[in-house]
């Protein structure tokens, strides 16, 4: 799929204007093979563990994109090599993690695109804890389950409906 975040904020002002397109912040850093990848948003909220994480990209990804609520943590990472190719496999389009990744090399050599605050080298606990397909907040944005979210070079956008 092509498209460019900055045209669908210049072709949708009037979605911008009404909050039904909004830009995440500028703080995320890019892992992965995909610079560029869009998809269906499916949420998951979770502080400093991943079971959940987990055990969603171990279902079927159908081309959509896990959006982490981690509460913005930057001392412990929410997704490693691992998880970043088990959601590959099963295809995801992408993960926006709102706190840390780790395995970074590992990630990179993933077919996958991920966005995620910074790296740690410590893993997650895992009790299970977290909420799924619920709504989030993102960077001061709120993300619903079914939004659209298109990530490239120059951002992330997430829109209330498929732009493109």
């Known amino acids: ?14 979605l911008l204007d009404d909050g039904r397109l909004a830009v995440l912040p500028p703080v995320f850093r890019h892992y992965g093979q995909n610079l560029r990848f869009c998809g269906s948003v499916t949420t998951l909220k979770v502080f400093e563990d991943n079971a959940l994480v987990r055990a969603t990209l171990e279902a079927p990804g159908n081309g959509n994109v896990l959006v982490i609520d ?4 930057l001392r412990r990472a929410l997704v490693g090599g691992q998880l970043a190719l088990l ?15 780790r395995d970074s ?19 997650s606990s895992k009790a299970g804890a977290g909420e799924r397909n619920g709504r989030i907040c993102v960077g001061g944005v709120a993300v619903r389950p079914g939004d659209w979210l298109y990530a490239d070079a120059d951002g992330i956008v997430v829109a209330q409906q498929k732009l493109v």
Do not use: Y
Not at 70 to 73: E, K, N, T, V
């Open 1 to 14: 799929m092509t498209f460019a975040t900055t045209d669908l904020c210049d072709d949708h002002p009037d």
């Open 105 to 123: 090399d590992e990630i990179d050599a993933c077919a996958i695109g991920v966005r995620a605050l910074g790296t740690h080298p410590q893993k």
């Open 70 to 73: 981690g509460g913005a943590s």
């Open 87 to 101: 959601a590959q496999n099963n295809g995801w389009s992408g993960i926006v993690v709102d706190g840390c990744v």
